[in-house]
């Protein structure tokens, strides 16, 4: 999804949440400067046929045994340190596991750090620490050195990654849009409300099978 595309749901959101633009395009302009010694892929060579998405629903752990992880596997945040399995990417705005994502970045994942309004003090801290390959992306308009694939919430994000490299064929495993896996200091029913939200946008793309 190119910005042009993006840019309606997301002005939907910031009125829905009372987010402020200016405070994302701040956001956008710290990460694309704290990236700007980071290596970034050239994502015309992670280009992918198949793909898997692991959110951090109560039921991950579940479907993963009873279905598997075909082709490429991409972790929305806290998914990384519930999963057994390498991961090929993470998708991450830094609000959970940093222990395991810097980790699996330093293995060679793909971080694909997101940076918004609500986040500036995370971006400051963690992004200098990861070693690996860096995709940087953000909500607004992108500035340059970084991207925006549309998508509000890490797993919405990542599925709409997995369409942009290419995927026909993107499976979801650990997606519960009813019952948001607990973090410490969130508020559930702000996480249900954006679990609503990225409903949404996941049932658009037509490669998206559950299981």
């Keep these: 999804m190119e910005f ?4 309606p749901l997301y002005q939907q959101i910031l009125a829905d949440f009372a987010y402020s633009a200016a405070d994302d395009e701040k956001a956008a302009l710290l990460l694309a400067k704290l990236c700007r010694s980071k290596k970034i892929p050239d994502l015309n060579l992670l280009r992918v046929s198949e793909a898997t998405v692991c ?7 579940e479907e993963v045994a009873a279905y598997g992880l075909p082709g490429t596997v991409l972790a929305a945040d806290g998914a990384v340190a519930r999963l057994k399995q390498k991961v ?3 998708v991450t705005d830094l609000d959970g596991s940093l222990a395991e994502q810097l980790a699996a970045n330093a293995d060679g994942a793909v971080a694909v750090i997101h940076a918004h309004g609500d986040n500036l003090p995370l971006l400051q801290k963690y992004v200098p620490q990861f070693r690996g390959p860096v995709v940087p992306t953000v909500q607004c308009q992108p500035p340059p050195g970084t991207f925006n694939f549309g998508g509000f919430t890490d797993g919405d994000r990542a599925v709409l990654l997995a369409q942009t490299l290419g995927a026909q064929k993107i499976h979801l495993r650990g997606f519960d849009f009813n019952q948001p896996y ?3 200091g969130k508020d559930l029913a702000v996480k249900k409300k954006k679990l609503q939200w990225a409903q949404k946008i ?3 793309i037509p490669a998206v099978s559950f299981p």
Excluded: R, V
């Design 4 to 7: 042009p595309q993006w840019q």
């Design 55 to 61: 959110g951090c629903g109560p039921n991950l752990e």
């Design 88 to 90: 090929d990417f993470i």
């Design 182 to 184: 607990p973090k410490a």
């Design 202 to 204: 996941i049932t658009q």
